[in-house]
């Protein structure tokens, strides 16, 4: 993962990550919807999850908003690997297959 390194949900589809250890420092984006409140969801695995798997974090985005999160100064590791997704609930996920999000993801190898 480099510095700057962006992942667009309309490319990715539910979700998008890294399936090696990586440290995260930063990450933002918007939800586009006008409508919708979903949950970006971070996953400590070396592949997409799957349905129904509980995320190490969450945080609601409303309609139209903007988020970021930056663990630490020295950042959040994940071990093996790293994943975002949107989900329509907080606890496990649930895929939004049409999100209108994009996310940018800042991090380096750990």
């Known amino acids: 993962m480099t510095v700057g390194e962006r992942f667009d949900q309309s490319d990715f589809g539910a979700s998008a990550g890294r399936a090696a250890p990586a440290v995260l420092d930063l990450i933002i984006g918007f939800n586009s919807s006008a409508v919708d409140l979903a949950y970006l969801q971070l ?6 999850p ?22 630490s100064q020295s950042g959040r590791k994940f071990d093996p690997g ?24 800042e991090g380096r190898d750990t």
């Open 50 to 71: 799957a349905d129904d798997t509980v995320p190490v974090r969450a945080w609601p985005v409303g309609p139209l908003a903007s988020f970021s999160y930056a663990p």
């Open 82 to 105: 790293l994943w975002w997704a949107i989900s329509s609930t907080p606890d496990t996920l649930t895929p939004v297959p049409a999100a209108l999000w994009w996310v940018t993801l």
């Open 43 to 48: 996953f400590d695995a070396t592949e997409q």
